[in-house]
T-cell receptor, first 110, second 113 residues
Framework: SQQGEEDPQALSIQEGENATMNCSYK?????LQWYRQNSGRGLVHLIL?????REKHSGRLRVTLDTSKKSSSLLITASRAADTASYFC??????????FGKGTTLSVSS | DAGVIQSPRHEVTEMGQEVTLRCKPI?????LFWYRQTMMRGLELLIY????????DSGMPEDRFSAKMPNASFSTLKIQPSEPRDSAVYFC???????????FGEGSRLTVL
């Protein structure tokens, strides 16, 4: 079953613009994670935010978490063509193994 | 470390044949996961192991699927007999614990004709 759901399903932007992806989930969590998948490759971990954190930064990535709304957002600033990929949120559902959403496909054109 | 290693990368087989997918996790990781990815259903958790013991196999589709982890450095996912609807990319991932950062292999793309 899908725990997290990303929105939008697809996003197309120009290089230099910011990209924002959202994730909603259903049950309480210990942490929420974001992953990236390039076409034909495995998923790569980007960032983990714990349930008691509200915001976290890593390079050009900013993740927010609102546990009252059961939602998270991933912001990629100053996008590059190399950021073209699918992005997934994953939640642990309160202690089980990670469950992934269906992802947002980001296309960054130069 | 070489990361999570999966084999084969691609497998094409005919309906009814047995398929075995293999995974070598990162040394020192205690948890191992098998996921399946399709366009329709996204990334589904099939089963995960902790310290070589299956913890949750509720995602295994049916009895045709089985997974083993005989030791800390090797796991297999077997489908017998295979069906066209099993066509998907199967990922193995490992981590230090069940809810920590996952390290994924490059996947095994299975096509069942």
């Amino acid at each position: 079953s899908q725990q997290g759901e990303e929105d939008p399903q697809a996003l197309s932007i120009q290089e230099g613009e910011n990209a924002t992806m959202n994730c909603s989930y259903k049950t309480s969590i210990n942490n929420l994670q974001w992953y990236r998948q390039n076409s034909g490759r495995g998923l790569v971990h980007l960032i983990l935010i714990r349930s008691n954190e509200r915001e976290k930064h890593s390079g050009r990535l900013r993740v927010t978490l609102d546990t009252s709304k059961k939602s998270s957002s991933l912001l990629i600033t100053a996008s590059r063509a190399a950021d073209t990929a699918s992005y997934f949120c994953a939640t642990d559902g309160g202690g089980t193994a990670l469950i992934f959403g269906k992802g947002t496909t980001l296309s960054v054109s130069s | 470390d070489a990361g999570v290693i999966q084999s084969p990368r691609h497998e094409v087989t005919e309906m009814g044949q047995e398929v075995t997918l293999r995974c070598k996790p990162i040394s020192g990781h205690n948890s191992l996961f098998w996921y399946r990815q399709t366009m329709m259903r996204g990334l589904e958790l099939l089963i995960y192991f902790n310290n070589n013991v299956p913890i949750d196999d509720s995602g295994m589709p049916e009895d045709r699927f089985s997974a083993k982890m005989p030791n800390a450095s090797f796991s297999t996912l077997k489908i017998q007999p295979s069906e066209p609807r099993d066509s998907a990319v199967y990922f193995c991932a490992s981590s230090l614990d069940a809810i920590g950062e996952l390290f994924f292999g490059e996947g095994s793309r299975l096509t069942v004709l």
